[in-house]
C-alpha cells in the first residue's frame, strides 16, 4: 500500500499568503510533463512495488494542466506501477478553470475526487488575496463538478482572514454546509515571511486575528461542522462519514510515498528525500540524469517524533503497542512520561491503549506535540 504525490508548479497568478512552490511562467509546460513523466517512470523501485493506493495531482495549479498532460502523467503512472483499480485519485482545482468544458473533461480522466480551493466566499477578501474567482464562481463550480458526476469533493476554507469576525466565518461556514462536499480542510491563515502577506502585516496594512477570536472561530468550526454530521477526523480536516483522504491520511499513518516534481517529497519507511524547489534545474537534472533531491536517513528518534506529530494530530490517535515495538521501551516511557501532565489536566487521554487529544487537548494540539518530542 503506497500513494504517489505529482507537484504541478504552475499558477496563473500569486496568492499573496501562498508560500508554495509555483511560478506563473508557463512557457515550460511541456518541457516540464516530460521530465515529470520520466522521474515518474525512473523511481519505480522507490516504493519496492507496492500497490499504489492513492494518486494526488497537487500544486501550484494542477488544473492548468491540459487533456494531453494528464493523459501522459497517468500513462508513467500505470505504465510503471501497479495501482489498485479502487484508489483514491485526487486533483486540486481552482474554482475558475472549472469550466462546463474542462470538468466534463476531467471526468473522462481517472480522477474520483476534486479538491477545490475556494478559501472564502467574501468577495472583497477573496480579492485581497488575488485569488482568480469570486464567490459565485466557487458555488458554480462546485455545483457543475456534482452534476458531472464527481460524488467525492473536498473544499478548502481559511479562517482568521484580515477582518474576520464570528459573524462572517459563520456566513462562509453557512454556504460551505450547503453544498455539502464530502470533505472541508480549514486552515488558519499563516502570515509566511516572505509573503506579500506578510510585508502588508509589517506595514499595518493588515492585521492578524488574536488568539482569543482565533480560538473562538476554530471552535465555531468544530461546533457547527459536527452539527451538521462531520467528522474531525484531523486537526485541520473533517469528513462525512468514511469519506477522509485517503492520500492525506496515508501521511499521517506512516505509509509510503513517492512525490515526483519540483519540491515534492518522498518517504519511504527509512528515509525521507525532496527534489530541489525550481523548475529549471529540476527539468536540467532529470534530462541530464543528475541529482535532483537531497536524502536525509532517519534515525529511530527522528522517526520517533515523526511518529508523535502524525498519529497524535488524527482522530485515530497513537497507537502504544506500535510505539513500543517500533520505538523500544526507552522512548515508550519517554513518551508516556512527557504524555503524563497532559492527560491530568484533560488534554491528552488513553482509550484502548491509544493515546489521543481530547476536545481540549485540540486546542493546543502543537503545544502538546511539541513537549512529547525527542530532544537531543
Ligand atoms: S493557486 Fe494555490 S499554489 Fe498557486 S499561488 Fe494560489 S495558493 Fe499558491
Not at 32 to 57: F, H, N, P, Q, R
Not at 244 to 256: A, D, V
Not at 266 to 276: F, I, K
Request: charged share 25%; with cysteine.
Amino acid at each position: 500500500m503506497a500513494g504517489i504525490y505529482i507537484h504541478i508548479p504552475f499558477c496563473k497568478r500569486r496568492c499573496i499568503y501562498c508560500d508554495f512552490f509555483s511560478t506563473t511562467a508557463s512557457d515550460k509546460k511541456n518541457e516540464y510533463i516530460k521530465a515529470l513523466c520520466k522521474e515518474i517512470a525512473e523511481k519505480k523501485g522507490y516504493l519496492g512495488g507496492e500497490t499504489i493506493d492513492t494518486i494526488y495531482l497537487g500544486g501550484g495549479t494542477p488544473s492548468q494542466l491540459e487533456k494531453d498532460d494528464f493523459r501522459n502523467i497517468f500513462s508513467a503512472i500505470y505504465d510503471n506501477y501497479n495501482v489498485n483499480p479502487e484508489a483514491e485519485i485526487t486533483i486540486e482545482a481552482n474554482p475558475d478553470d472549472l469550466t462546463d468544458g474542462y470538468v466534463e473533461m476531467l471526468a473522462t480522466l481517472p480522477f474520483n475526487r476534486l479538491s477545490m480551493g475556494i478559501q472564502t466566499f467574501n468577495d472583497d477578501i477573496l480579492s485581497l488575496l488575488k485569488r482568480r474567482h469570486n464567490a459565485q464562481q466557487a458555488i458554480d463550480a462546485f455545483r457543475r463538478c456534482r452534476n458531472a458526476g464527481f460524488g467525492n469533493i473536498s473544499i478548502d476554507l481559511m479562517y482568521g482572514l484580515p477582518g474576520e469576525s464570528i459573524e462572517t466565518w459563520n456566513r462562509d461556514l453557512d454556504t460551505a454546509i450547503s453544498l455539502m462536499p464530502e470533505h472541508i480542510s480549514a486552515y488558519h491563515l499563516i502570515y509566511e515571511e516572505g509573503t506579500v502577506l506578510y510585508r502588508l502585516k509589517e506595514e499595518n496594512m493588515v492585521s492578524e486575528a488574536d488568539e482569543d477570536l482565533s480560538n473562538t472561530l476554530f471552535e465555531t468550526l468544530i461546533s457547527r461542522l459536527k452539527e451538521n454530521g462531520y467528522i474531525h477526523y484531523e486537526i485541520s480536516n473533517f469528513c462525512l462519514p468514511e469519506m477522509h483522504s485517503r492520500h492525506n491520511s496515508s501521511y499521517w499513518t506512516g505509509i509510503k510515498y513517492l512525490g515526483c516534481g519540483p519540491s515534492a517529497h518522498s518517504y519511504d519507511g527509512h528515509s525521507r528525500q525532496w527534489n530541489v524547489s525550481s523548475l529549471e534545474k529540476y527539468i536540467d537534472g532529470i534530462n541530464n540524469g543528475t541529482d535532483i533531491s537531497e536524502i536525509e536517513e532517519l534515525d529511530i528518534y527522528t522517526r520517533y517524533n515523526d511518529f508523535v506529530i502524525t498519529t497524535i494530530r488524527t482522530v485515530w490517535g497513537m497507537p502504544l503497542d506500535k510505539l513500543k515495538a517500533e520505538y523500544g521501551d526507552e522512548l515508550y516511557d519517554y513518551c508516556l512520561k512527557m504524555a503524563q501532565p497532559h492527560i491530568d489536566q484533560g488534554t491528552l487521554e488513553i482509550k484502548d491503549n491509544t493515546l489521543k487529544l481530547t476536545p481540549n487537548g485540540i486546542f493546543i494540539s502543537d503545544g502538546i506535540m511539541s513537549d512529547m518530542l525527542w530532544v537531543e
